[in-house]
């Protein structure tokens, strides 16, 4: 940009001397001053004027508007304080320069606020000259570059920074700029590149065709074009073009971007278009958001649209191609596993243009761009729909296959005409057991017994070489495990083209079912046989047309009993068989059994060949048997049954209970004498009445319902009360059977109970009061208890307290106690321990009685011989003579029993205890036991009983007199039983040697006094003195306790001096 | 130095607790017998209630356990002894008079250690308790922290 005017105008002013036509030029001047005035202060430059003192002389508008003062505020001050801020001129100051080499100097600088802010100017400087030619100060015309400077540098902030390639060229296509990123495509430097030329680099244009282009380009100001260059390496590079003509500049701005990646992306996709259509895929891909941009003709088609729709359904939403339901269940997971995974492949369900659904098989992937970022989905379908049905299809015809297969029992098999076997199918390897490789390597022959084998080898030759084919026929097979099994055959011939036999196939069955149901038919048949030959009925059957009999059904019952044989049988007609008189009642009868009206003709009268009469019930069917029609009788004599009904009727008129045969509805078809007595109605009278009405207890609808009851049941038994004629109630058993029939039948006795209900209400009231007995009893004997055991724990407490403290006290006082003290505290400590014992022994007697016995089979010479080596210790130093019979089995309590012998024998022991030597004797008396007694009496009579007491009162004498020690003589004769009060009272009565075994203990002790017998087995009693036998008196009381728990008796006999003998008996009888 | 383990002795009858701690006195055992006059105060001393709620921790070495006793009776104060998680394996020795044998099975049931009847006579008595209390106070390892020990030299 000049400025000349400017100039000119301080140029002009010199010339105001000028003074002819200086009016007129002084208005010319002043118009033209106020023209430039005008011009200066509006125009956007600063304009200022500066003397040679650097003091300012004058600035227009725009400066001051830079620096935010009126102009008038710069004048007479220094411009490089006001403009610059700075102390001094600036030696590179513009103005300096332009005075002193009067030339127009020009230098870039910026100009200082105020504030310190500063803005980029460009300042000109003019000198201003006098007419010497001296400088009197300069102008400068000032320009704010700030802004320019500022685009200036972000364009060469963005040009060196882009990606993309950058030129300028000149319209000849020179390079004048070009940025680091082309260098970097091109593969040449900066500084080489500004050599060179478009045509350099241009890899497809030519370059009068590059020429030509520039051309275009300056006249539609811009193109956007795709090009290849060629880089220094020679490789081509697709260049995308965006060029600018700046014509101000006449130069070319030009952005170049590598599209190579692109074009080939580009490429690729056309390729896979291309394939996509050819392939009849569906193919279409979408963005992420489902908007699809590739949609294949074949995907169009597939979903009922044409293939030019197919660029149509571009930038629509997937979900076109699908039901919401579809969307939700199918095509939602889909896409999850495809964005999870990077692929999925399913089955989709689609839905048509029309709304049709289809199903399709999809894959589809998820696609990247180059950094990774996912971009979209590409998915393939294939229609499915046929292949759908198609497997549908085939599952169908499979599943008859196989069912036809499954089905396929039979055996086929091919063998050569040497019977090799060359091929069969698996059942046929099954059934004989073999595998299909073993089966091949064996010929039938081989398979077959040989009893079958000429036959075999006969159908072959004879049939199947001749006709070509076999009939069925039935041989057998061997299986691998040896067993043999029966089959069918049927055999075809095989000829080879020239018509040569060179093989046979069949197809075989296993029959061993069939055999086996034919074999149980035949036995079902022979044993029919048997029934209809030994049937005591006798059988036959006539023609109902020509009613002549069919000697094929009639059995022998019944050719014994008319007399005739079979053969004769065939020449006879119903004529023949009932005598002539009763003929048409039995044509009559025999044509309504044909026609089903009646099943049973009774008392049908039939003639023997011998020509005597007798009299059957005739039960009869018709059956078809060989398009005939036969009337099957079963001819039951009836002479037998006539005699039983007299017999029956007999027994019931004679009969003690009532009778009755009532029907259903319980009227009373027959009732007996007995009945009649006992009710006081005729029998005339009850044949009129029912049930009901001789009834007193059940209501007419209970009897009925009771009658209902029994002709399920079959029959009942009960108790009733019935209301004779005279108004008496009786009490009545009731034993009544239904008998089915045509009509049902009820057969009842009914007995007079009313004595024996009055017997047991007496029972009853008994056993009611033994009842409360026994609760007392029991309720005594729980008191009992309570009281035994609060005496074993109580009464013992203060025995113990007795003998801890007299112990005490001797311990303390021993020294201060006299003879006599200490002998009164032994006392005391002796009473207390005698308590004590008496005590335990009570407890236990009465645990005895308490103790719930457990009976078993008992060996007594066993429990003896423990009982014996127990009481060892009381045997020292003793001579003993034992004298032990071998003792039987019994059946008891082993504890408690062996507690009787152990007390028995001690007793034995302990009363022996003065004699030298002691003579212990143990027996028993039963049948099996041989009696070898010493004494003399026992010889007399095997039952050592003491003799009969006089009612039951102790006999001294007698006792006595039995001396001895023996039981007195009884005779068997005289077993006349004692009064009850014998047993219990230490007496032995009699024996009943039926029912129970005695056994003894006999000692030679000091014995006792038979006065006293009865209070030896008593409790607490005692027939000596303590100082002379120690003991509490409990053990004979034990062993009565168990013997009497036991079912048995005790007793003793003995006298003073003269020992004892101590019986016990047992039941023989084994009770369980 | 023996360590010495606390016996409880349950017994109301005071002749016989005289007559046990005679017994137990030969080994100088009796000054370790806590007594219980009947059944309630046993499961006080047990529970550390009433007038022994400011007992030290820890349980008896063994109970002497008489069966008949006024308010809460021997059987009672087993089965409560027995079935508690903190006391039941305290030993527990029924000393009885009864020699019943529902009172034994229905003490073993409860899950007594010993039943041992008590004597009449004066030194088969004593001989029982001392050796009960020998065996249990002294040989018998009780189960670990169930002890309060006192050491005498």
């Known amino acids: 940009m000049k400025k000349d005017k400017s100039t000119k105008k301080y140029a002009v002013k010199g010339l105001e001397k000028e003074i002819t036509k200086r009016k007129r030029a002084q208005e010319v001047l002043h118009t033209s001053e106020e023209r430039y005035r005008t011009l200066v202060e509006n125009i956007s430059l600063g304009v200022t004027l500066i003397d040679t003192d650097y003091k300012i002389m004058m600035t227009n508008a725009t400066i001051g508007r830079w620096f935010n003062k009126p102009p008038s505020n710069f004048i007479g001050k220094n411009c490089f304080r006001e403009f610059e801020k700075r102390r001094a001129i600036c030696p590179h100051c513009p103005g300096v320069k332009a005075m002193a080499t009067g030339q127009t100097t020009e230098v870039e600088t910026r100009g200082v606020r105020d504030d310190g802010s500063h803005f980029l100017v460009r300042v000109q400087a003019f000198p201003l000259l006098n007419q010497d030619g001296t400088a009197q100060g300069f102008i400068e015309i000032v320009e704010d570059i700030t802004e320019r400077k500022r685009a200036k540098e972000e364009y060469k902030t963005i040009i060196g920074t882009s990606i993309d390639g950058f030129w300028i060229t000149d319209m000849q296509g020179h390079f004048l700029d070009v940025n680091d990123a082309y260098c970097n495509l091109i593969g040449y430097s900066r500084d080489e590149l500004l050599k060179l030329s478009i045509p350099d680099i241009e890899a497809v244009e030519k370059p009068e065709e590059t020429a030509a282009h520039i051309r275009k380009v300056m006249e539609t100001g811009g193109d956007r074009f795709e090009t290849r260059h060629r880089c220094k390496d020679g490789r081509i590079v697709d260049i995308e073009v965006s060029v600018n003509y700046m014509k101000e500049a006449g130069q070319m701005f030009v952005f170049l971007r590598n599209i190579t990646e692109r074009k080939r992306a580009e490429e690729l996709l056309a390729q896979l278009a291309l394939v996509a259509e050819q392939v009849g895929e569906g193919v279409a891909s979408s963005d992420m958001e489902g908007k699809l941009n590739f949609v294949n003709r074949a995907f169009a088609v597939m979903h009922g649209y044409t293939p030019e729709e197919s660029e149509r359904l571009i930038g629509k939403h997937l979900s076109i191609f699908h039901t919401s339901e579809q969307l939700e269940h199918e095509v939602k997971p889909f896409i999850e596993e495809i964005k999870s995974k990077g692929y999925a492949h399913r089955e989709i369900g689609h839905v048509r243009k029309d709304g049709t659904i289809f199903p399709t098989e999809m894959t589809a992937t998820i696609m990247y761009d180059k950094s990774g970022i996912p971009i979209g989905f590409t998915g393939i379908a294939r229609d499915i729909t046929e292949r759908k049905q198609m497997e549908r299809a085939l599952q169908e015809s499979e599943k008859k296959y196989r069912g036809l297969y499954d089905s396929l029992k039979d055996g086929i098999v091919m063998v050569d005409m040497k019977g090799n076997i060359l091929q069969c199918n698996n059942a046929y390897a099954d059934m004989l057991g073999y595998s299909h490789d073993e089966v091949k390597k064996l010929t039938y022959q081989q398979l077959t017994p040989p009893k079958w084998h000429k036959m075999e080898a006969d159908i072959v030759s004879d049939r199947i070489v001749k006709t070509g084919y076999s009939d069925l026929y039935e041989k057998e097979y061997i299986r691998k495990d040896g067993t043999v099994f029966p089959i069918d055959l049927r055999v075809w011939l095989i000829r080879d083209e020239l018509g040569e036999a060179t093989g046979m196939w069949g197809i075989i069955r296993d029959i061993t079912e069939r055999k086996r149901a034919e074999d149980a038919l035949r036995e079902s048949e022979e044993r029919f046989r048997t029934i209809f030959d030994t049937a005591s009925d006798a059988i036959i059957g006539a023609d109902v047309d020509t009613k002549r009999l069919n000697p094929k059904i009639a059995n022998k019952t019944f050719c014994q009993m008319l007399g005739y044989n079979l053969d004769e049988i065939a020449n006879l007609g119903l004529e023949d068989i009932h005598p002539k008189e009763d003929l048409p009642r039995v044509v009559e009868q025999f044509e309504k059994l044909a026609r089903r009206e009646i099943s049973v003709a009774p008392d049908i009268p039939l003639k023997r060949k011998d020509g005597t009469i007798f009299y059957a019930d005739v039960s009869t069917a018709p059956i078809e048997l060989a398009g005939r029609t036969y009337l099957i009788g079963i001819f039951r004599d009836t002479t037998e049954c006539k005699r039983a009904e007299m017999e029956y009727k007999t027994i019931i008129g004679t009969s003690i209970d009532g009778f009755w045969i009532v029907d259903m509805q319980g009227h009373f078809l027959d009732v007996n004498d007995a009945y009649c007595r006992l009710t006081g109605y005729s029998r005339e009278e009850l044949l009129k009445m029912s049930i009901p009405d001789i009834e007193a207890i059940e209501k007419p609808e209970e009897t009925a319902q009771r009658i209902h009851r029994i002709m399920e049941t079959g029959g009942d038994r009960f108790e009733t009360r019935h209301r004779c004629k005279d108004g008496r109630i009786v009490d009545i058993e009731v034993s009544v059977n239904y008998v089915r029939g045509d009509r049902g039948r009820l057969f009842a006795f009914l007995r007079d109970i009313t004595e024996r209900k009055l017997a047991e209400e007496k029972v009853k009231k008994l056993n009611e009061e033994l009842k409360r007995n026994v609760a007392q009893l029991e309720a005594a004997n729980r008191e009992l208890e309570a009281f035994s055991y609060s005496v074993s724990h109580d009464l013992r407490a203060p025995l113990r307290h007795i003998s801890g403290f007299v112990e005490l006290l001797k311990k303390d006082a021993s020294k201060t106690l006299n003879e006599k003290n200490q002998h009164y505290l032994n006392v005391i400590s002796d009473s207390a321990k005698q308590m004590g014992m008496l005590i335990d022994d009570l407890l236990s007697f009465s645990r005895m009685g308490r103790t719930e016995m457990r009976k078993t089979k008992v060996n007594l010479g066993s429990l003896l011989k423990e009982a014996k080596s127990e009481l060892q210790s009381e045997m020292q130093g003793r001579d003993i003579v034992w004298n032990i019979d071998e003792l039987p089995e019994v059946y008891g309590d082993p504890a408690m029993l062996r507690l009787v012998l152990v007390n028995l024998i001690s007793n034995a022991l302990k009363f022996t205890r003065l004699r030298p030597q002691a003579i212990i004797k143990i027996g028993c008396y039963c049948e099996d036991t041989c009696f070898e007694e010493t004494q003399g009496v026992m010889e007399a009579t095997p039952y050592p009983l003491s003799p009969p007491l006089k009612g039951g009162e102790i006999d001294e004498e007698s006792s006595l007199k039995g001396g001895e020690h023996t039981p007195a003589p009884l005779s068997r004769g005289d077993k006349s039983p004692l009064s009850t009060g014998g047993r219990g009272l230490g007496r032995g009565g009699f024996i009943d040697e039926d029912k129970e075994i005695v056994f003894y203990v006999k000692d030679n002790g000091v014995g006792f006094d038979m006065k006293y017998a009865d209070k030896l087995f008593g409790i607490f009693q005692r027939l000596h003195r303590l100082g002379e036998f120690e003991g509490t008196g409990v053990g004979l009381a034990n062993v009565r306790s168990i013997i009497q728990r036991h079912g048995g008796r005790t007793w003793a006999e003995g006298s003073v001096g003269n020992g004892a003998t101590f019986y016990f008996s047992l039941p023989r009888k084994l009770e369980v | ?153």
Do not use: C
């Open chain 2, 1 to 153: 130095m023996i360590e010495l383990k606390r016996i409880l002795l349950v017994e109301d009858n005071p002749n016989d607790v005289e007559l046990t701690l005679e017994g137990l006195s030969e080994y100088n055992l009796a000054n370790e017998v806590v007594v219980a006059r009947d059944g309630a105060e046993a499961l006080d001393y047990l529970y550390h209630r009433e007038q022994f709620a400011d007992l030290p921790d820890g349980n008896p070495a063994v109970i002497l356990l008489d069966l008949k006793l006024p308010r809460v009776d021997g059987f009672e104060v087993l089965r409560i002894v027995k079935s508690d998680e903190k006391l039941k394996l305290i030993p527990v020795v029924v000393l009885t008079s009864s020699r019943e044998e529902r009172d034994l099975v229905e003490s073993y049931k409860l899950g007594v250690n010993a039943y041992v009847v008590k004597p009449v006579d004066f030194h088969e008595f004593t001989d029982a308790v001392k050796e009960l209390g020998i065996f249990w106070a002294l040989i018998n390892e009780p189960p670990l922290g169930s002890v309060s020990k006192k050491k005498i030299s």
